[in-house]
T-cell receptor, first 111, second 114 residues
């Protein structure tokens, strides 16, 4: 059974700091991995999608890496801003279009 | 291109009642998945619909059921509501057969069971 773990559960940093969020999964048989952002009480906004054959993806200040063999992904946020405060979720895609999510990392960026 | 839309955004029910949640998929997508997100947890896969049939189900009891319509929109029905059904219900759309494809989520329906 696929399990996804995110560390840390919560993170508080001062504005401007670079930070790394971690995601690990137990079964390497995945099609891709997606990082999402969720604001309180809202839906999921897709940030980055990494296919299983890729090593990293970048979008603006965000960079996500994937090491499928070791079951790890990281989301790097450069020069953090208060507007980055949200919950960040990673999810791996299995056969049949099913996503398995981690519990998320709650990020607070202090101004 | 229209995104995934869900209704209602919030609703309150009492234990034992039934609820129907609705979802319109993103333009061009033919598959709809439903997820349940309890407070402080990641979303859990409920089931998926393709060609108006259930096409994959997570660990949820039969009182969770769904429909998909010819225009690819979908409903999630929950019978005999329990307190633990209180959650954010998320709908996602995608294109069937593209395992490498991306899922796009709606804003969710917040259900409170009293």
């Amino acid at each position: 059974k696929q399990e996804v773990t995110q560390i840390p559960a919560a993170l508080s940093v001062p504005e401007g700091e670079n930070l790394v969020l971690n995601c690990s999964f137990t079964d390497s048989a995945i099609y891709n991995l997606q990082w999402f952002r969720q604001d309180p009480g809202k839906g999921l906004t897709s940030l980055l999608l990494i296919q299983s054959s890729q090593r990293e993806q970048t979008s603006g200040r965000l960079n996500a890496s994937l090491d499928k063999s070791s079951g790890r992904s990281t989301l790097y946020i450069a020069a953090s801003q208060p507007g980055d405060s949200a919950t960040y979720l990673c999810a791996v895609k299995l056969d049949g279009n099913k996503l398995v999510f981690g519990a998320g990392t709650i990020l607070r960026v202090k101004s | 291109e229209t995104g995934v839309t869900q209704s209602p955004t919030h609703l309150i029910k009492t234990r034992g009642q039934q609820v129907t949640l609705r979802c319109s998929s993103q333009s061009g997508h033919n598959t709809v998945s439903w997820y349940q997100q309890a407070l402080g947890q990641g979303p859990q896969f409920i089931f998926q619909y393709y060609r108006e049939e259930e096409n994959g189900r997570g660990n949820f009891p039969p009182r969770f059921s769904g429909l998909q319509f010819p225009n690819y929109s979908s409903e999630l029905n929950v019978n005999a509501l329990e307190l633990d059904d209180s959650a954010l219900y998320l709908c996602a759309s995608s294109f069937h057969g593209v395992n490498t494809g991306e899922l796009f989520f709606g804003e969710g329906s917040r259900l409170t069971v009293l």
